[in-house]
C-alpha cells in the first residue's frame, strides 16, 4: 500500500453528507462573478441553455469517477495512477495533476485579489493580499480533512443566501432579452458549456477525498445532488444576468455579478456589493483550500516530501508565480489556459481512465 | 480559524487609502455643462461632514476634458477629497446631450465606487446654473433634485431613467433612452418634460403627458392617473382617470412592409367628471369607456407619429421587430439597419378600457 494511506483512521474521515457542500463549494469559486460574457459570447441569449448543458456535462464526468473509484477501494487518484500504469507514468500524471490543481488554486487567488484592487481597495499591491491569503491557506490545510469540510459547509451555508439578492434586479427584468429561443445549433450549444468549464470543474476533489468518506456505498447521490445545486445556482444566475443586462452591455463587463448587485440597495446600506466581495472570500477560501491540500498530498505521494514541508514549498511557489500575473490581460490569458486544460482533464480524462481500466485491468480490484 | 480570519482582515485594514469622513466630501449631485471653449465644465454638490463648517453642503466647479479630469480639478479647488460613492443625480446641459453623452455616462459605470441606482437627468440650460442656484427653501439642491424625481418616478409619473436603464436601452439594438428634462423657474425646479435620445444624443422632447402614453408603451403601469378630454354627445369635457393599470402587447404584422399591431389594455377609476353624467346607468357607462378609449388612441397615435419623425424609438419596436425577423431565420440586425427600416413602420393602435369602478358615488 502506498504512503498516502497513512494515518487513514476513523478521527481523519468525514461524514459522507458532507461531500454535497464539499463539492458544491468547491465548483463555485471566482467563476460566477463573471462567467456570462464569454457564454454570452458565444451563444447570446441561449446562455441559459448551454449552462444546463454544462450540468449535465460534470454529472456524466462525475459519474465516471465514482465508477473508477468504486473499483478501487480506499483509494485516491494518485494511488490509482500507481496501480494502473506503475510507477513512473504514474508520477507523470501525477505531476501534470499537481500543476493542474495549483494553476487553477492560482487563478482563483490571483482573481480574487483582482476584484478586491478593481472595486474596493487599488492601491494595495498584490503580494500583501497574496501574503495574508496564502497565510490563512496554510494554517486552514494544515487543520487537515475534517477542517477543510467544516469550511466547505459554513462557505456555503454563510453565502448562499446570496441568491435571493437576485430578485432585485428582477425588477428591471426585460424578458424581450431572451428571445428568440433555441436559436443556436447543439455544436454552439456546447461550444458555450465548454466555456462553463472553468467555472463548474472543482468536483473532481471526490477523486482525493474518496479514501476517507464514512460511507462510501452511498456517495454518489450526495455528489450528484452537489453538482445539480450547482447547476441550479449558475442557471438563476445566469437567467437574471440575461434578463437585467443588454447584450453589448454584458460584454463589456468583467464581474457581471457584481454589476448586477450594484442595484442592490437596502436603507441601511446603499452598495450592497462591497459586502457581497468581501463575503466572497470565504466562496473562494474553501476552493483554495481544498486545491492546495490536494497539491500537498500530491507532492507527497510522488516524491515523498513530508507533507508539511510540501505545502510550505507549494505556497512559495504560488507566492512567487503570482507575481507575474499584475495585468488584467495576463489574469485572462491564465483564466483561459486553465479553463481549457481543465476541461479536457476534468470531462475527458476520466472517461479515457475509465476505458483503460475496463480494458486492461479486468477484475483488477484490490480493496 | 476564525481568528487567524480576523488577524487577516484587523492587519488588511491598515492596507488601504484610509477614507476619513470628516476629511470628504461627499458628492450628492453632479452637473456636466459644455463650457465656451468646448471643454467640460463640471460642477458637484457636495456635503461635508464637519462641525465647524458654516455650510453644509458646498458647490464646486471647474473646467476639463473629460470627466475624471474635472474631479482631478475640483480636488484642487477644495479642502476635502470629493468622492462619488454617494452620487445621487446627474445632470446634463441639453447643448452637451444634443452633441452625444455616452463618455460621461459610461465613465459613470466604469467608476466601482458609484452605484448603479443613480438618476440621470437633462437640463434646459446650463447644469451650472441649476446647482449653483440658491433656493430659500431647499438648503440641499442635490437630494431635493433626487426627491424630485423619485417621488415621481415612483408615483409613476415620469419614467425612471437610473444609470442601469440608460445604458440598457443605448445598448439595446432598436430601443432609445430617455431622461427626465429639467428646468429651473425662478426658485423652482420643473419637471415637465422629457428628453428622448437617439442613441446617446438627445433630439426631441416631449410633454409628461405625452410621457404618460410613451410610459404606458414602454412597461406596465400600476398607478398613476391621467386628465383626459373626451367627447361624448359631441360635447367636449374633462374627465380624470385614476389607479390606471395598463398592460400592453405590440406584435409585428408584416415583415417585409414593417406594421405592428399595438394593443393597449388599461382599467381605471374615474375620478372627476366635469360634467353631471349619472353613470350608473351601464349604457353611459358605456358611452364613457368608449369615449376615453377613443382619446387615449388618438393620442397614442400622435405619439406614435411623434416619435418616428424623430426618427427616435423609445418604445423598442425595433427590438420586437428585430426578434420577429430572427425568428423567421434572418440574421441579427444591427443598429443602422434597424433604424432605417422603422423609418417605414405603420402602427396600428388598439385600446380597450374598463372602468372599474367610479369612485365613491355613482
Given at each position: 500500500?502506498?504512503?498516502?494511506?497513512?494515518?487513514?483512521?476513523?478521527?481523519?474521515?468525514?461524514?459522507?453528507?458532507?461531500?454535497?457542500?464539499?463539492?458544491?463549494?468547491?465548483?463555485?469559486?471566482?467563476?460566477?462573478?463573471?462567467?456570462?460574457?464569454?457564454?454570452?459570447?458565444?451563444?447570446?441569449?441561449?446562455?441559459?441553455?448551454?449552462?444546463?448543458?454544462?450540468?449535465?456535462?460534470?454529472?456524466?464526468?462525475?459519474?465516471?469517477?465514482?465508477?473508477?473509484?468504486?473499483?478501487?477501494?480506499?483509494?485516491?487518484?494518485?494511488?490509482?495512477?500507481?496501480?494502473?500504469?506503475?510507477?513512473?507514468?504514474?508520477?507523470?500524471?501525477?505531476?501534470?495533476?499537481?500543476?493542474?490543481?495549483?494553476?487553477?488554486?492560482?487563478?482563483?487567488?490571483?482573481?480574487?485579489?483582482?476584484?478586491?484592487?478593481?472595486?474596493?481597495?487599488?492601491?494595495?499591491?498584490?503580494?500583501?493580499?497574496?501574503?495574508?491569503?496564502?497565510?490563512?491557506?496554510?494554517?486552514?490545510?494544515?487543520?487537515?480533512?475534517?477542517?477543510?469540510?467544516?469550511?466547505?459547509?459554513?462557505?456555503?451555508?454563510?453565502?448562499?443566501?446570496?441568491?435571493?439578492?437576485?430578485?432585485?434586479?428582477?425588477?428591471?427584468?426585460?424578458?424581450?432579452?431572451?428571445?428568440?429561443?433555441?436559436?443556436?445549433?447543439?455544436?454552439?450549444?456546447?461550444?458555450?458549456?465548454?466555456?462553463?468549464?472553468?467555472?463548474?470543474?472543482?468536483?473532481?476533489?471526490?477523486?482525493?477525498?474518496?479514501?476517507?468518506?464514512?460511507?462510501?456505498?452511498?456517495?454518489?447521490?450526495?455528489?450528484?445532488?452537489?453538482?445539480?445545486?450547482?447547476?441550479?445556482?449558475?442557471?438563476?444566475?445566469?437567467?437574471?444576468?440575461?434578463?437585467?443586462?443588454?447584450?453589448?452591455?454584458?460584454?463589456?463587463?468583467?464581474?457581471?455579478?457584481?454589476?448586477?448587485?450594484?442595484?442592490?440597495?437596502?436603507?441601511?446600506?446603499?452598495?450592497?456589493?462591497?459586502?457581497?466581495?468581501?463575503?466572497?472570500?470565504?466562496?473562494?477560501?474553501?476552493?483554495?483550500?481544498?486545491?492546495?491540500?490536494?497539491?500537498?498530498?500530491?507532492?507527497?505521494?510522488?516524491?515523498?516530501?513530508?507533507?508539511?514541508?510540501?505545502?510550505?514549498?507549494?505556497?512559495?511557489?504560488?507566492?512567487?508565480?503570482?507575481?507575474?500575473?499584475?495585468?488584467?490581460?495576463?489574469?485572462?490569458?491564465?483564466?483561459?489556459?486553465?479553463?481549457?486544460?481543465?476541461?479536457?482533464?476534468?470531462?475527458?480524462?476520466?472517461?479515457?481512465?475509465?476505458?483503460?481500466?475496463?480494458?486492461?485491468?479486468?477484475?483488477?480490484?484490490?480493496? | 480559524?476564525?481568528?487567524?480570519?480576523?488577524?487577516?482582515?484587523?492587519?488588511?485594514?491598515?492596507?488601504?487609502?484610509?477614507?476619513?469622513?470628516?476629511?470628504?466630501?461627499?458628492?450628492?449631485?453632479?452637473?456636466?455643462?459644455?463650457?465656451?471653449?468646448?471643454?467640460?465644465?463640471?460642477?458637484?454638490?457636495?456635503?461635508?461632514?464637519?462641525?465647524?463648517?458654516?455650510?453644509?453642503?458646498?458647490?464646486?466647479?471647474?473646467?476639463?476634458?473629460?470627466?475624471?479630469?474635472?474631479?482631478?480639478?475640483?480636488?484642487?479647488?477644495?479642502?476635502?477629497?470629493?468622492?462619488?460613492?454617494?452620487?445621487?443625480?446627474?445632470?446634463?446641459?441639453?447643448?452637451?446631450?444634443?452633441?452625444?453623452?455616452?463618455?460621461?455616462?459610461?465613465?459613470?459605470?466604469?467608476?466601482?465606487?458609484?452605484?448603479?441606482?443613480?438618476?440621470?437627468?437633462?437640463?434646459?440650460?446650463?447644469?451650472?446654473?441649476?446647482?449653483?442656484?440658491?433656493?430659500?427653501?431647499?438648503?440641499?439642491?442635490?437630494?431635493?433634485?433626487?426627491q424630485a424625481i423619485r417621488q415621481n418616478v415612483e408615483g409613476e409619473n415620469m419614467i425612471s431613467s437610473k444609470l442601469h436603464e440608460f445604458m440598457k436601452d443605448y445598448y439595446a439594438v432598436g430601443k432609445d433612452p430617455v431622461m427626465p428634462y429639467i428646468e429651473r423657474v425662478k426658485n423652482e425646479l420643473h419637471i415637465n418634460q422629457i428628453g428622448l435620445f437617439r442613441d446617446e444624443k438627445l433630439v426631441a422632447e416631449i410633454t409628461t403627458r405625452e410621457g404618460f402614453f410613451l410610459k404606458v408603451l414602454r412597461e406596465r403601469y400600476n398607478k398613476g392617473e391621467l386628465e383626459i378630454n373626451i367627447s361624448l354627445d359631441k360635447k367636449r369635457l374633462f374627465t380624470v382617470i385614476e389607479h390606471i393599470s395598463s398592460k400592453k402587447q405590440i406584435k409585428v404584422l408584416d415583415l417585409e412592409k414593417p406594421r405592428f399591431s399595438v394593443k393597449v389594455k388599461m382599467t381605471a377609476q374615474i375620478q372627476e367628471m366635469a360634467e353631471k353624467i349619472d353613470l350608473s346607468k351601464p349604457e353611459q357607462l358605456k358611452k364613457v369607456q368608449k369615449a376615453i378609449e377613443l382619446a387615449v388612441k388618438k393620442e397614442t397615435e400622435h405619439l406614435l407619429e411623434k416619435l418616428r419623425k424623430h426618427d427616435v424609438d423609445p418604445v423598442g419596436f425595433g427590438e420586437i421587430y428585430n426578434i420577429a425577423?430572427?425568428?423567421?431565420?434572418?440574421?441579427?440586425?444591427?443598429?443602422?439597419?434597424?433604424?432605417?427600416?422603422?423609418?417605414?413602420?405603420?402602427?396600428?393602435?388598439?385600446?380597450?378600457?374598463?372602468?372599474?369602478?367610479?369612485?365613491?358615488?355613482?
Amino acid at each position: 500500500m502506498s504512503l498516502s494511506t497513512f494515518r487513514r483512521n476513523s478521527h481523519m474521515a468525514i461524514s459522507v453528507s458532507l461531500a454535497l457542500f464539499m463539492v458544491h463549494g468547491n465548483q463555485v469559486g471566482i467563476g460566477i462573478a463573471g462567467v456570462q460574457r464569454f457564454i454570452y459570447d458565444r451563444v447570446q441569449q441561449d446562455a441559459w441553455i448551454a449552462v444546463i448543458i454544462a450540468g449535465i456535462m460534470t454529472h456524466i464526468a462525475a459519474w465516471f469517477m465514482l465508477k473508477i473509484l468504486a473499483k478501487f477501494k480506499n483509494m485516491d487518484l494518485y494511488d490509482i495512477h500507481q496501480s494502473v500504469f506503475g510507477k513512473w507514468p504514474a508520477r507523470v500524471l501525477n505531476f501534470i495533476f499537481i500543476v493542474y490543481i495549483m494553476g487553477s488554486a492560482l487563478t482563483i487567488l490571483r482573481g480574487y485579489i483582482e476584484i478586491i484592487q478593481s472595486w474596493m481597495f487599488p492601491e494595495v499591491p498584490s503580494w500583501i493580499l497574496n501574503a495574508a491569503l496564502l497565510c490563512l491557506t496554510v494554517y486552514g490545510v494544515t487543520g487537515g480533512i475534517r477542517v477543510l469540510a467544516g469550511i466547505s459547509f459554513f462557505s456555503v451555508g454563510l453565502t448562499i443566501w446570496q441568491l435571493l439578492l437576485m430578485a432585485y434586479p428582477l425588477q428591471y427584468a426585460d424578458f424581450h432579452l431572451l428571445q428568440p429561443v433555441f436559436h443556436h445549433d447543439i455544436g454552439q450549444l456546447l461550444d458555450g458549456a465548454k466555456k462553463m468549464s472553468f467555472s463548474t470543474i472543482g468536483f473532481e476533489i471526490i477523486l482525493f477525498i474518496y479514501p476517507f468518506v464514512k460511507e462510501k456505498e452511498i456517495l454518489p447521490r450526495y455528489v450528484h445532488g452537489g453538482l445539480f445545486m450547482t447547476t441550479c445556482l449558475y442557471v438563476v444566475v445566469m437567467l437574471v444576468t440575461l434578463l437585467y443586462f443588454e447584450g453589448e452591455q454584458l460584454q463589456h463587463l468583467i464581474w457581471a455579478t457584481f454589476m448586477m448587485m450594484k442595484i442592490v440597495e437596502f436603507p441601511f446600506l446603499e452598495r450592497f456589493e462591497f459586502v457581497s466581495i468581501s463575503l466572497w472570500m470565504l466562496i473562494m477560501l474553501d476552493n483554495l483550500l481544498m486545491d492546495l491540500w490536494i497539491a500537498m498530498r500530491g507532492v507527497h505521494h510522488i516524491s515523498g516530501v513530508k507533507e508539511r514541508m510540501a505545502l510550505f514549498g507549494i505556497v512559495g511557489v504560488m507566492f512567487f508565480a503570482s507575481n507575474f500575473l499584475e495585468t488584467r490581460q495576463s489574469i485572462n490569458l491564465i483564466t483561459d489556459i486553465f479553463g481549457g486544460v481543465g476541461f479536457y482533464i476534468i470531462f475527458v480524462y476520466p472517461i479515457v481512465l475509465y476505458v483503460v481500466i475496463r480494458l486492461f485491468r479486468k477484475g483488477a480490484v484490490r480493496t | 480559524m476564525l481568528v487567524h480570519y480576523l488577524l487577516v482582515v484587523v492587519l488588511l485594514n491598515g492596507c488601504g487609502e484610509q477614507h476619513v469622513l470628516e476629511k470628504l466630501g461627499l458628492a450628492v449631485a453632479v452637473g456636466y455643462d459644455l463650457s465656451k471653449d468646448g471643454q467640460l465644465l463640471g460642477t458637484t454638490v457636495f456635503y461635508q461632514i464637519d462641525p465647524e463648517a458654516r455650510e453644509l453642503v458646498t458647490v464646486i466647479s471647474g473646467t476639463a476634458h473629460t470627466s475624471k479630469g474635472l474631479t482631478l480639478s475640483q480636488n484642487r479647488e477644495s479642502s476635502k477629497k470629493i468622492v462619488g460613492g454617494q452620487i445621487r443625480v446627474v445632470v446634463y446641459h441639453d447643448e452637451l446631450a444634443r452633441k452625444g453623452i455616452l463618455s460621461l455616462v459610461e465613465n459613470l459605470t466604469r467608476d466601482a465606487s458609484i452605484g448603479s441606482n443613480v438618476y440621470l437627468t437633462v437640463a434646459k440650460g446650463r447644469a451650472y446654473d441649476i446647482l449653483t442656484h440658491r433656493y430659500p427653501e431647499n438648503s440641499n439642491i442635490g437630494i431635493y433634485l433626487y426627491q424630485a424625481i423619485r417621488q415621481n418616478v415612483e408615483g409613476e409619473n415620469m419614467i425612471s431613467s437610473k444609470l442601469h436603464e440608460f445604458m440598457k436601452d443605448y445598448y439595446a439594438v432598436g430601443k432609445d433612452p430617455v431622461m427626465p428634462y429639467i428646468e429651473r423657474v425662478k426658485n423652482e425646479l420643473h419637471i415637465n418634460q422629457i428628453g428622448l435620445f437617439r442613441d446617446e444624443k438627445l433630439v426631441a422632447e416631449i410633454t409628461t403627458r405625452e410621457g404618460f402614453f410613451l410610459k404606458v408603451l414602454r412597461e406596465r403601469y400600476n398607478k398613476g392617473e391621467l386628465e383626459i378630454n373626451i367627447s361624448l354627445d359631441k360635447k367636449r369635457l374633462f374627465t380624470v382617470i385614476e389607479h390606471i393599470s395598463s398592460k400592453k402587447q405590440i406584435k409585428v404584422l408584416d415583415l417585409e412592409k414593417p406594421r405592428f399591431s399595438v394593443k393597449v389594455k388599461m382599467t381605471a377609476q374615474i375620478q372627476e367628471m366635469a360634467e353631471k353624467i349619472d353613470l350608473s346607468k351601464p349604457e353611459q357607462l358605456k358611452k364613457v369607456q368608449k369615449a376615453i378609449e377613443l382619446a387615449v388612441k388618438k393620442e397614442t397615435e400622435h405619439l406614435l407619429e411623434k416619435l418616428r419623425k424623430h426618427d427616435v424609438d423609445p418604445v423598442g419596436f425595433g427590438e420586437i421587430y428585430n426578434i420577429a425577423s430572427q425568428k423567421s431565420g434572418k440574421k441579427k440586425l444591427s443598429k443602422d439597419e434597424c433604424r432605417e427600416i422603422m423609418k417605414r413602420a405603420k402602427y396600428e393602435v388598439d385600446v380597450e378600457i374598463k372602468v372599474l369602478r367610479t369612485g365613491v358615488i355613482g
